[in-house]
């Protein structure tokens, strides 16, 4: 997830409008390349690299330890939206994965053997452990058992259980702060060559809090009418940093506090969010979204909402990497403890009563007209039991859903036709209950 450089729309009759590059953008973008020059620099710095998962990451603990974080999915979706994951997934494919499998992986398994040249065209260096942090995707498990053999190094897991009640219990929470201590710390230790500084790791776990606290007031500037944000196909951007390597850094808290007075200043001016055809001046329709987006065709479906006036006011996807929204933030007096709830508290790791739960509230909360499913063909972490999610939604709130398929990072899922016509048809039905035509 980098910077949202959007596309120069395709529109033949008008100039296309400038995009605008607010501060927190180009922060972002910045932040993005050093990263990216560190990880190439690798070979002369002597600094170790950690392949880890967005879901369960453990940023601070990796940056207290003076690690590199590289994030395969976000290098993945990066690869979708730069329009090479088609190539990666048909190389990966020959080697023997199949179809079905999720596409993150075969992409990244892909960009692998094509050299490991990240998305922004920077050698990555080959890892010098796997973190596996399982926060309820199988997938992980078996992604980081190939990776594994891929480059000979080690893996450190840390298994979080499931919440398959809808809570932590504090032998959860033991449970997970053990396996930090005993397990994953010594672990990193022994890579990085140093004790863990248990201060440096709570002064991050409060740079993290800091900005939680501000990508929090961001979400909710959504609740405000018109909205200032698209908290879907904009809030992939805003969730780059603290989704990826920066969460615990001065640089990330500054972005988040940069991204929230933009975020106010547009709501103070009564103004839309930025689509990729310039601002949105007429909000129609007010849509939660379940589900990840598509990444390979990811301006195309964004304007088929955004052209039609509707804005994503709240979806799931965006709280993949960490709910703060419900209260959750980093407790640098607890740091092992609050890491250990952070993983627990991952959207990956709450069951299916738990996400309808938090559907409602975003419907209601947010004074949504409807909400739409993105059941995409990789992943099953998210689409088991979406089609229970839709029904158990409208007999609660009266509200009507829409489903529509398609995939992460494989362009051959994307029916773009078939899903215009479905997202319109979708809001066609919108606009004729709202008039009284439609019971
Ligand atoms: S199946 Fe879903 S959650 Fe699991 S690795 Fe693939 S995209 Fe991520």
């Not at 993983?343 to 738990?354: A, D, E, I, V």
Request: glycine share 8%; with cysteine; charged share 25%.
């Amino acid at each position: 997830m980098t910077n949202p450089t959007i596309d120069a729309p395709a529109t033949p009759s008008a100039p296309p409008p400038v995009p605008t590059k607010d501060a927190s953008q180009l922060r972002q973008k910045r932040m993005i390349a050093e990263h990216f020059d560190k990880l190439e620099q690798v070979p002369e710095t002597g600094r170790k690299a950690v392949y880890t998962f967005v879901p369960g990451n453990l940023t601070e603990l990796l940056g207290a330890l003076d690690l590199l974080p590289v994030l395969p999915e976000i290098n993945a979706l990066q690869s979708g939206m730069r329009g090479k994951s088609r190539d990666y997934i048909m190389e990966a494919e020959k080697s023997g994965h199949s179809e079905d499998v999720c596409t993150y992986v075969k992409c990244d398994l892909g960009m692998k053997h094509s050299g490991n040249v990240s998305p922004t065209g920077t050698k990555l260096p080959d890892p010098n452990l796997l973190l596996l942090s399982y926060t309820g995707c199988f997938t992980f498990l078996k992604w980081f058992e190939l990776l594994r053999e891929e480059y000979g190094c080690p893996v450190a897991m840390l298994h979080v259980p499931y919440q398959a009640d809808g809570k932590i219990t504090p032998e959860m929470r033991r449970y997970v702060v053990d396996q930090l201590e005993k397990k994953v710390i010594p672990a990193l230790e022994k890579i990085a060559g140093k004790k863990l500084d248990m201060d440096e790791l709570s002064r991050r776990l409060e740079l993290s809090r800091q900005a939680e606290d501000d990508l929090v007031a961001v979400w909710e500037s959504a609740k405000h009418k018109p909205s200032p944000i698209d908290g879907y196909f904009g809030g992939v951007y805003y969730v780059g940093p603290i989704f990826s390597a920066f969460r615990g850094t001065e640089d990330a808290r500054e972005y988040y506090r940069e991204l929230r007075a933009e975020v106010e200043e547009r709501m103070a001016r009564g103004l839309g969010p930025i689509t990729p055809d310039g601002e949105l001046t007429e909000e129609r329709y007010r849509l939660v979204v379940e589900g990840p987006p598509n990444w390979t065709s990811f301006n195309d479906f964004w304007r088929m909402f955004s052209r039609e006036g509707a804005v994503v006011v709240a979806s799931t996807y965006t709280k993949v990497g960490g709910l703060y929204d419900t209260g959750f933030r980093h407790d640098p007096d607890r740091p092992l403890e609050t890491l250990a709830e952070y993983c627990l508290n991952c959207y990956t790791n709450h069951c299916l009563p738990n996400r309808v739960d938090l559907l409602e509230h975003y419907l209601r909360e947010y004074q949504a007209d409807g909400f739409l499913i993105n059941s995409v063909k990789s992943c099953n972490s998210f689409s088991v039991g979406q089609l229970l999610m839709l029904r158990k939604l409208e007999e609660r709130t009266g509200l009507p859903g829409g489903f529509i398929e398609s995939d992460l990072v494989d362009p051959r899922y994307f029916g773009k036709a078939n899903i215009e016509n479905r997202v319109q048809s979708y809001l066609q039905m919108l606009e004729s209950r709202r008039k009284g035509r439609y019971a």
